[in-house]
């Protein structure tokens, strides 16, 4: 079964500083990655995906994320944080265009000063 | 273009009653997707539609249900609820495959099951 693991539940960073969110996801075949972002009592955004294009993803906000399928990972990275990016983001993981989306368990950006 | 809407936003149950919610997705999107956010189980799949049809479906019993209309707004239904059904319910719509076309979410509803 495919699943998808988000290493650190809280992230903290100062502004200026790189963002890098974990994630690795095991699946059979290539699968379709996501990486969404949500913000405090709103709904979820689209970052940025995957699907089998080009490995680095560039997404919105400076964000950006690369496929590295030796590692079974798809890490989120910003080479500058900013206050603005503080929230919860979400790795998900679909195994094939018509499959549901499995979603990771979150990890919370904080940005300080 | 007006976004994804979910009414209503807040909602307080007992146990034992059901509920409807329901989401009105982007004009020209057809599919509707349904998730259950959770602090102790995180974001879940629960159902999509696609022009009036199911047509995916996560793991989550019968007491829940979906369905979709002509115009493609959605609702969803639980019934006999029970506290662990409290959460944020969120919908999203896509214009056809979540995996391929960007799924647009709603703000959700937020559920209390007292």
């Known amino acids: 079964a495919q699943s998808v693991t988000q290493l650190g539940s809280h992230v903290s960073v100062s502004e200026g500083a790189l963002v890098l969110l974990r994630c690795n996801y095991s699946?059979?075949?290539?699968?379709?990655l996501f990486w969404y972002v949500q913000y405090p009592n709103q709904g979820l955004q689209l970052l940025l995906k995957y699907t089998s294009a080009a490995t680095l993803v560039k997404g919105i906000n400076g964000f950006e994320a690369e496929f590295k399928k030796s590692e079974t990972s798809f890490h989120l990275t910003k080479p500058s944080a900013h206050m603005s990016d503080a929230a919860e983001y979400f790795c998900?993981?679909?195994?094939?265009?018509?499959?549901?989306?499995?979603f990771g368990t979150g990890t919370r950006l904080q940005v300080f000063p | 273009k007006a976004g994804v809407t979910q009414t209503p936003r807040y909602l307080i149950k007992t146990r034992g009653q059901q509920v409807t919610l329901s989401c009105s997705p982007i004009?020209?999107?057809?599919?509707v997707s349904w998730y259950q956010q959770t602090p102790g189980q995180g974001l879940q799949f629960l159902f999509e539609?696609?022009?009036?049809?199911?047509?995916n479906k996560g793991n989550f019993p019968g007491r829940f249900s979906g369905r979709q209309f002509s115009n493609s707004r959605s609702e969803m239904n639980v019934s006999t609820l029970e506290l662990g059904d409290s959460a944020l319910y969120l919908c999203a719509s896509s214009s056809d495959r979540p995996t391929t076309d960007t799924q647009y979410f709603g703000p959700g509803t937020r559920l209390t099951v007292l």
């Open positions: 699946s059979s075949v290539p699968p379709y």
């Open positions: 998900a993981v679909s195994r094939e265009r018509g499959d549901k989306l499995i």
């Open positions: 004009s020209g999107h057809r599919s």
């Open positions: 539609y696609f022009s009036e049809t199911q047509r």
